[in-house]
């Protein structure tokens, strides 16, 4: 069955970088872009961006773009995010989302938590 | 972007009842609109794709309609099961974006 197993939780200083994995299983993984999807401490949910496994080539919300770097290994078949310069208000639980057409698939979440 | 406004925010009902929930998108596109159900500390489930496509295993008292720039999202006879927040989400054009959220509470 198709799974998505993410990371564990961090703790981050402010300005500094983290980075979050997500690994699917279950199907052929250069067959699905894989999006990410964040939710601040009750709030809705916030579209990042997408990568497409197969070709690496990534899509972001321009919220994010030069501060978010979302990378793939095919030889681990893994995929990661990397967000920068880090703020109080990137504090959220992170999720990696498999898309067919709409997100089926969703990874447990990471919390990434901003503290100094 | 496409911007998603939900209505209501909140909405309070009781078992059995009918519930609708609006979506109203701030361009006009076909039928890349989703539906979502949160239930606290759990990652989101896709209810409906494509407007009005249930997917596999979600009850059939749920349904999606609409086209254009409104989308709506019922629930025939509301279940204990059903309290929790839904979310809209246009996959028509990137960015991707999510409505703000309802929230179906106990009445």
């Known amino acids: 069955q198709v799974q998505l197993v993410q990371s564990g939780a961090e703790v981050e200083k402010p300005g500094a970088s983290v980075r979050i994995s997500c690994k699917p299983s279950?199907?052929?993984?250069?067959?699905?872009?894989i999006h990410w999807v964040r939710q601040a401490p009750g709030q809705g949910l916030e579209w990042m961006g997408s990568?497409?496994?197969?070709?690496?080539?990534?899509t972001s919300a321009q919220k994010f773009q030069g501060r978010v770097n979302m990378t793939r290994d095919t030889s681990t078949s893994t995929v990661s995010l990397e967000l920068s310069s880090l703020t109080s208000e990137d504090t959220a639980v992170y999720y990696c989302?498999?898309?067919?057409?709409?997100?089926?698939?969703w990874g447990q979440g990471t919390l990434v938590t901003v503290s100094s | 972007d496409i911007q998603m406004t939900q209505s209501p925010s909140t909405l309070s009902a009781s078992v059995g009842d009918r519930v609708t929930i609006t979506c109203r998108a701030s361009q006009s596109f076909s039928t890349w609109l989703a539906w979502y159900q949160q239930k606290p500390g759990k990652a989101p489930k896709l209810l409906i794709s494509?407007?009005?496509n249930l997917e596999r295993g979600v009850p059939s008292r749920f349904s999606g309609s609409g086209s254009g720039t409104e989308f709506t999202l019922t629930i025939s006879s509301l279940q204990p099961d059903d309290f929790a927040t839904y979310y809209c989400?246009?996959?028509?054009?990137?960015?991707?974006?999510f409505g703000q959220g309802t929230k179906v509470e106990i009445k």
């Open positions: 494509k407007a009005s």
């Open positions: 989400q246009q996959y028509n054009r990137y960015p991707w974006t």
């Open positions: 990568i497409n496994p197969s070709g690496g080539s990534t």
């Open positions: 989302a498999r898309a067919s057409s709409a997100l089926f698939y």
């Open positions: 279950g199907y052929f993984f250069t067959n699905y872009d």
